[in-house]
């Protein structure tokens, strides 16, 4: 039951680098003995949830703010999550609930995460931001993600080694620049046992779903396999990784061609997913076909499903529709003239933050991303899925 | 009485009500300001929450941590198999936490039964509270 520590790591749990480092070395070594693991593994790169004033409230803000002034530095690379307005434009598209007090809550936050060291991306796709290539991450490097669609896409598209961590496990892990060696981290529990067959032509509604069911019926400790009629597009990817996060507690999913292993996976049997199931689910969770507003970009989008989006979208919408993305991912599609575009069609964008992690006035919405509808549909009073295409249609028919 | 040795993940003496829950995220499903089930209103404070099947969001650390810091913060956690996300929030609350609840055992709970855990973790069930 012990962990094995090297001098270094037992020297920061004695306080050679001061009292911040040794508490976040404790809470990690306790986390290693009670999973079990045997010996902690150096990161490369944290991603931390969990800055939303909106989601961690006055109790994240102390917590922060304890951590920082007892003089937690982090010793790698650390980016975060979306905050609960957008900074540039807080009272932006009109959607969001903003307080003074609010602003002041997020404010101290941000301080405490920016003395602390970390890059202020804000955005729950740290890997769509030009920044992203700056920390020089391949495939096979073990990082500390907390947001579980990051963590999901990062296993299962990146490659990157990542275990579902708390919100403040990874603040920890970026301060000592270690997590517990467990899980994904080890290269044969990313090996697949069971592989389910989709047969429905699929869309990231189909995969939201489709990750429902998993996390109801996949009882492996290691990842499913998914063989789909096609080849899924980028964005459809990031909403079945963030939609097997919200629903259950899948961090990786393995697909043929795109996940990378360092062998390849041989599936002990194959099932399939009932068609009906999933069909009758999607019928369940259409979303009314006069919303509020429509909602895009939970997880972040990219500027690939942004230019889908813009061809899709053939005349102004007549509904609302609310896009949400980096900062980064902004500022790029800008600077090639694609917002001027889309705003020019009724469109509207948020940077750096989301509906989840904020506050919103009581409103109906339909997305196309499952995670939203998760978190959403327990707050407002009607949230519907559907997939890009139908989501265009609702908007431009008002 | 029923008997049966959890594993202590965050050691503790416990004794109180037991509210049960099929699964939960913490983040969405519970308001730690006051100390509720978002979905029925039950109270956590002070109770002894089993929880068959953890999930979703992994802000769910804060919230377990937020309900110490607003003082509603139930009297253990009991789950049949435990994960980072919970055993984090746990630990920086100081809330005792315990894993290793046999499924039958938890299908077999009645919200509201009484609870009773020892240091070495041996729960027992059927008691009065």
Known sequence: MSVRLTKEEEDILEGKRGEAAARAMEVIVKVAESVGAQRLVPI??????????GTIGEAGAAFLEELAGLGARFAVPATVNPIGYDPEEPQGAGVLRVSREFMRGQQRILRSLKRMGADLLLTCTPY??????????SVGDSVAWGESSAVAYANTVLGLKTNREGGPLALMAAIVGRTYYYGLHIPANRLPRIAYRVQEGVDEAVLGVVAEYLAENHNDDKPPMLFLPRTPKDYEIRELAAALGAAGSIAMAVLPGITPLHKDPIPERTLDIPAG???????????PDKPDLVFIGCPHTSFHELSILNSLLREKARIPVIVTLSRSVYNRAKSLGLIDMLEGKGVRFLRGTCLIV??????????????????????????GLAPLRRLVEIAMAG | MTSVRLRPIVPGKVH????????????GEVDPERGVLIGDGRSLSGRVLFIG?????????????????????????????????????????????FEGL????????????????????????????
């Open chain 2, 16 to 27: 109180g009500r037991i509210v049960k829950v099929g699964s939960l995220s913490f983040y």
């Open chain 1, 358 to 383: 904020s506050r919103t006035a009581s409103i109906s919405v339909a997305t196309n991303s499952y995670k939203a509808y998760f978190y959403l549909s327990r707050r407002l009073p009607s949230v």
């Open chain 1, 277 to 287: 199931r999933i069909r009758a689910r999607l019928r369940d969770l259409e979303p």
């Open chain 2, 53 to 97: 099947r953890s999930r979703g969001s992994t802000v769910g650390s804060y919230v377990i941590y937020a309900l110490r810091y607003y003082g509603n913060a139930p009297a253990a956690i009991v789950m049949v198999e435990s994960e980072p996300i919970v055993i984090t929030g746990a630990i920086l609350a100081g809330i005792p936490l």
């Open chain 2, 102 to 129: 046999p499924r039958e055992m938890f299908s077999n709970v009645k919200d509201g039964d009484c609870a009773d855990i020892d240091n070495s973790g041996v729960l027992n069930l059927g008691g009065d509270c």
């Open chain 1, 128 to 137: 769509y931001a030009e920044e992203f290539r700056r920390y020089d991450l």
């Open chain 1, 44 to 53: 490369k790169h944290a991603h931390i949830s969990g800055v939303s004033y």
